[in-house]
């Protein structure tokens, strides 16, 4: 079928073609051309364009710095935004390690999860939590998607690269073979739906579902084979099952914290007080919310206490919103004029939070604020807590507050990482660099520099194979959900959600993470699974050769 267009027929298939090619060009963002203008003219562009608004975050930081600081002052707010992320950076860090994942594992007891399944689950959750929700902020508008895309692929090669050769490096070791071959199998799987949706160029409703659908595969399967094995094996030995591989992660994971806790528990031991006393309620509350031990403080490294000043007021803040809810303690945590307080403080965040607080300041019938109304409730409900609880037993409904802290913690985790995203952001309008470049480096490394220290250290007090599985088993939950939820939760709005790769660079990323796991999927099998010093110091030069044609791709050196 053909139209009749201006004396000439022009076939409908072009038609449409050149349709969605300027329906792609309106999701392209406007704020990048502010570069372009003068310096007089940036403010008044930024003011008058859509894309420039801090849609998704508190501070609008195009304002900031094209209206508020002079053009010489650019350079000091260049500076001052990089320091600012790795504060951002350090405080999704606390969140996640001090907050979300108490809670996460308070819940995993009280649900009598098993140790596989909360780990492919619960845990897994807990440990990429920035990630994802740095994906799902970044997916929130059609022109950061490149960030969410170059930070999933950029935080893959350099987990599956950096942090795996370096635990080869520290601890050569040989890896169990099955979950290997079964995680990097499901990842390559992850990473070939993705680079088909890539070449589409649009992601539907199925496939986003493919994705959450693809992870519970996952669980399913780690749940399944394990299972089987462990019977295998038990009826093999006629007993108890001592030496596979799954109860040797589990037995060295429940040795850690065990050692840990009673390291802990003796060192508390030698501070009680010989004669037992009740604290008042008022001493109580001062010391829950009091972040610094001092006995820690004078042990610590200066390093540590620097750090430690930088987290003080976000801590705090922290501390007086969010419960946490520790199995581990003999009152679990319960700390009962604080957890009234988080009654009132941590519903409220909730409301003032979501969608950057739109819900929050809602007026019901033009005259009564929600967040008024969620206060009050909160009063009443806390109000009842107190009055009929005590300082010394929690109550019995006090897992509750696990999911209240869980809920609190992830928007609070929301909020942080949609400020990474709108930085990150303007960074690359300022340094005219693509969004892609800056997810596969400053966000990717941001939120994996955590993850490679800590695997690095649980393979220097021996365990290897722990940090090896928690490498690969993160990765497919970031990939997996990060994209999965992040594209379903943005189909709310939009139907169908645009990705637009940023030329070459999108697919010398995606080739790049397909390679090295094909690379991984083929040379350790033919080293009998044994990761030797010389195969790490492999994987990090393939990270160095990756990292430099990305940056000349960005750059122009390398083009089609």
Not at 258 to 286: D, M, R
Not at 489 to 515: K, R
């Amino acid at each position: 079928m053909d139209v009749i267009t201006c004396g000439k027929q022009e076939p409908l298939y072009e038609r449409t073609m050149s349709a969605l090619r300027n329906a792609q060009k309106s999701n392209e963002d406007e704020c990048d051309k502010v570069m372009n203008l003068s310096a007089s003219q940036r403010c008044e562009f930024v003011l008058t364009t859509p894309d420039c608004a801090a849609e998704d975050g508190f501070i609008n930081y195009p304002w900031i710095t094209f209206c508020l600081l002079t053009p010489q002052l650019l350079p000091l707010g260049i500076f001052l935004y990089v320091l600012w992320l790795m504060v951002l950076f350090l405080v999704l860090g606390l969140i996640a390690s001090d907050f979300f994942c108490p809670n996460l594992s308070a819940i995993s007891s009280t649900l009598r999860l098993t140790h596989n399944v909360a780990g492919v689950t619960f845990l897994a959750l807990g440990n990429g939590a920035p990630d994802v929700f740095s994906a799902m902020a970044a997916f929130s508008r059609p022109q950061t998607a490149g960030l969410a895309i170059g930070a999933l692929f950029g935080a893959g090669i350099f987990v599956t690269t950096v942090v795996a050769g370096s635990v080869a490096l520290v601890k050569p070791f040989t890896v169990a073979s099955r979950p290997f071959l079964r995680d990097v199998i499901f990842y390559m799987a992850a990473v070939f739906w993705t680079f088909t949706i890539l070449y589409k160029r649009q992601i539907e409703l199925k496939e986003a579902l493919g994705y959450l659908g693809l992870y519970v595969l996952y669980v399913v399967t780690v749940v399944v084979s394990t299972y089987v094995y462990n019977r295998r094996r038990a009826r093999s030995f006629r007993g108890p099952l001592q030496n596979s591989d799954f109860t040797h992660d589990i037995q060295t994971a429940d040795s850690c914290t065990e050692n840990l806790n009673g390291a802990i528990q003796v060192h508390e031991e030698e501070y009680e007080p010989l004669i037992p006393f009740t604290e008042t309620t008022s001493k109580i509350f001062l010391k829950a919310i009091n972040p610094v031990d001092i006995r820690t403080w004078r042990r610590s490294h200066w390093g540590w206490r620097a750090l430690k000043i930088i987290q003080l007021p976000f801590e705090v803040v922290l501390l007086l919103t969010v419960p946490v809810v520790d199995t581990d303690k003999e009152d679990h945590n319960w700390k009962r004029p604080l957890n009234c307080l988080h009654l009132i403080t941590g519903p409220l965040v909730c409301v003032l939070t979501f969608n950057s607080g739109t819900y929050g300041l809602y007026l019901i019938k033009g005259e009564f604020p929600v967040w008024l109304l969620t206060a009050l409730i909160g009063v009443f409900l806390s109000g009842i807590v107190f009055c009929t609880t005590t300082n010394e037993h929690p109550p019995r409904y006090h897992f509750l507050f696990s999911l209240l802290g869980f809920v609190v913690s992830a928007l609070w985790i929301s909020t942080v990482a949609s400020e990474v995203v709108s930085v990150l952001h303007l960074l690359g309008v300022i340094l005219r660099l693509s969004n892609t470049v800056l997810g596969l480096t400053l966000l990717a490394w941001g939120n994996s520099i955590g993850d490679c220290f800590a695997d690095i250290t649980i393979a220097r007090q021996g365990y290897p194979r722990m940090a090896i599985s928690a490498c690969f088993g993160g990765i497919i939950f970031n990939m997996l959900f990060g994209v999965g939820l992040g594209c379903l939760l943005q189909m709310f709005h939009t139907g169908v959600v645009m990705l637009e790769p940023e030329g070459l660079l999108c697919w010398v990323l995606a080739g790049a993470l397909g390679l090295s796991l094909v690379l991984s999927f083929v040379l350790v099998p033919l080293q009998c699974f044994h990761l030797s010093r010389a195969y790490g110091i492999f994987l990090l030069l393939f990270y160095v050769v990756f990292l430099t044609i990305a940056l000349l791709t960005e750059f122009g050196k390398i083009h089609t």
